[in-house]
């Protein structure tokens, strides 16, 4: 069995998909949530699913001695970042070498790095003209969405679509994708 830990800052929709998709799996078990917001709505959703949560402000996330501790605890073999948005610190990295993921909500290499991120993406998908979007799944590295790309998802878009449209695009891919790509990883 492997113990994953889903890391997410928002409403947590990813998140419930996930813990859904592989609630009773039979080698892949959701073990934790991580948040760096308290009031996170992600950690109210796991919590209705039965995953224990916890709460890493800036300081415990950048602290090996919160964070190392806290995932051996839960005994986790595989992160997640479903909505994360501070960048993971290298101590962690280093701990789960090619064991972290994350989401992109674009076709990376285009529309990443700091700052892009949710609507800023969307909005910027929309001003370029762009006649297709999409979703990333790539390793986390310590550069912002650097890491090798590991699946991607796309989806057309129409001159007419506003930036709720193209939001609501890609995330339909990713709710269909996603917990796939993991499953397809740890399998």
Same mark, same amino acid.
């Given at each position: 069995?492997?113990?994953?830990?889903?890391?997410?800052?928002?409403?947590?929709?990813?998140?419930?998909?996930?813990?859904?998709? @592989?609630?009773?799996?039979?080698?892949?078990?959701?073990?934790?949530?991580? %948040?760096?917001?308290?009031?996170?709505?992600?950690?109210?959703?796991?919590?209705?699913?039965?995953?224990? +949560?916890?709460?890493?402000?800036?300081?415990?996330?950048?602290?090996?001695?919160?964070?190392?501790?806290?995932?051996?605890? !839960?005994?986790?073999?595989?992160?997640?970042?479903?909505?994360?948005?501070?960048?993971?610190?290298? @101590?962690?990295?280093?701990?789960?070498?090619?064991?972290?993921?994350?989401?992109?909500?674009?076709?990376?290499?285009?529309?990443?790095?700091?700052?892009?991120?949710? !609507? !800023?993406?969307?909005?910027?998908?929309?001003?370029? *003209?762009? +006649?297709?979007? *999409?979703?990333?799944? !790539?390793?986390? +590295?310590?550069?912002?969405?650097?890491?090798?790309?590991?699946?991607?998802?796309?989806?057309?878009? %129409?001159?007419?679509?506003?930036?709720?449209?193209?939001?609501?695009?890609?995330?339909?891919?990713?709710?269909?994708?996603?917990?796939?790509?993991?499953?397809?990883?740890? %399998?």
């Amino acid at each position: 069995m492997i113990n994953i830990a889903i890391f997410v800052s928002g409403s947590g929709t990813n998140c419930e998909n996930l813990i859904k998709y @592989f609630t009773d799996h039979e080698r892949i078990h959701p073990a934790l949530v991580v %948040s760096n917001k308290p009031d996170a709505y992600a950690l109210v959703r796991a919590e209705r699913l039965g995953v224990p +949560t916890a709460v890493t402000p800036k300081a415990d996330l950048h602290n090996p001695d919160v964070m190392l501790p806290l995932l051996r605890q !839960h005994d986790i073999g595989f992160i997640v970042l479903a909505g994360w948005l501070p960048l993971i610190p290298d @101590f962690l990295i280093e701990a789960y070498p090619h064991k972290i993921v994350n989401i992109h909500p674009a076709l990376l290499p285009k529309y990443g790095g700091k700052g892009m991120w949710g !609507h !800023h993406v969307h909005e910027a998908v929309k001003a370029a *003209g762009e +006649t297709e979007t *999409g979703m990333t799944v !790539h390793w986390v +590295t310590p550069v912002c969405d650097a890491g090798g790309i590991i699946a991607q998802f796309r989806v057309a878009l %129409s001159p007419d679509d506003t930036v709720e449209d193209i939001a609501e695009k890609e995330h339909q891919l990713e709710m269909e994708h996603f917990p796939k790509v993991i499953e397809e990883i740890l %399998s």
